[in-house]
């Protein structure tokens, strides 16, 4: 009888049940099965670890500039505490007339990146879509994109003055040349399957290129918008630098002469915090116009 007995592989005996892995799994901890998440590639977070682990780092963050200069390990000269940045911040708005300085360089800001959008979408649409354009115009793209706006300062000054459109130019070169290509790049990449089906379907290029392509792309134009205002943000110093009266880069620029570190803080800390402000302002737009892609 013991030869009808059918032999069963050794690893199969050993080896666990799927079903007792996932109960071994759901049976951990809530918190050890979140710390697990973190390492895993790709794992999606919840809502409540996110918020969580980026209040660590922000906490973390602060927490180490508030113990070293406090501590006295940094002079205050060098490196203002965070609480004294902050009330310097706070006596600039209430006190000094600081908001009209904000409004000065967000107006700036504003004209330059959406002068550079206008320009920028149906320039890279084309581009990204038909080969006689990339030709064209994508080398002088590619090459313009490494010159520094910076370097574009003195010749605006020459061209343009120093009034208001010699610092909305320096923002429109700064943010122009890399959206244009991002915007090429994001064109290029719609599905050619999708282009195939509606030609099946009996579509012309002309409802080809706007009842297809353009919607394609525009969820990821929105996006492209979002990070390339950040950079947009990062040339109000530069812009303001010659000429201005009023804006954060003026403001900034006097502190340093003063050698007033906190007030220097101060300014930068605002910058971040207005570019933080409009990054949520199209992540909100995207998640409003879009909520099919979350």
Not at 60 to 83: D, N
Not at 131 to 156: C, D, G, H, K, Q
Not at 264 to 277: P, S
Request: aromatic residues 12%; charged residues 15%.
């Amino acid at each position: 009888m013991s030869g009808l007995v059918p032999h069963l592989p050794q690893s199969s005996a050993k080896a666990p049940a799927r079903g007792a892995l996932d109960g071994a799994d759901k049976r951990s901890p809530s918190w050890a099965r979140g710390l697990g998440d973190c390492f895993r590639p790709r794992a999606e977070l919840t809502a409540a670890s996110r918020w969580t682990l980026s209040l660590l780092g922000v906490g973390l963050f602060f927490g180490a500039w508030l113990i070293a200069t406090e501590g006295g390990l940094i002079q205050p000269f060098f490196l203002p505490s965070p609480i004294a940045v902050l009330s310097r911040l706070v006596a600039m708005i209430t006190q000094e007339g600081f908001l009209v300085d904000i409004w000065a360089s967000t107006f700036r800001v504003m004209s330059g990146f959406f002068l550079a959008a206008a320009l920028a979408i149906p320039v890279g649409v084309l581009v990204g879509n038909f080969a006689a354009f990339r030709a064209l115009i994508e080398p002088l793209l590619s090459t313009a994109r490494y010159l520094p706006a910076s370097a574009f300062v003195p010749l605006m000054i020459i061209w343009l003055g120093i009034n208001e459109e010699q610092k909305i130019s320096v923002i429109f070169i700064g943010t122009f040349f890399p959206l244009a290509l991002l915007i090429a790049d994001i064109s290029a990449s719609v599905s050619k399957d999708m282009l195939n089906s509606a030609y099946t379907l009996g579509a012309s290029s002309r409802q080809l290129f706007f009842r297809v392509l353009i919607p394609a792309c525009i969820p990821a134009i929105v996006d492209a918008l979002r990070v390339t205002v950040g950079i947009a943000w990062t040339y109000v110093i530069v812009a303001e630098l010659v000429g201005a009266d009023r804006g954060m880069g003026i403001a900034i620029l006097q502190a340093q002469r003063f050698l007033l570190t906190d007030q220097v803080i101060a300014g930068i800390v605002c910058v971040g915090i207005l570019g933080v402000l409009t990054d949520f302002a199209f992540r909100f737009a995207h998640r409003k116009l879009f909520p099919y892609m979350y």
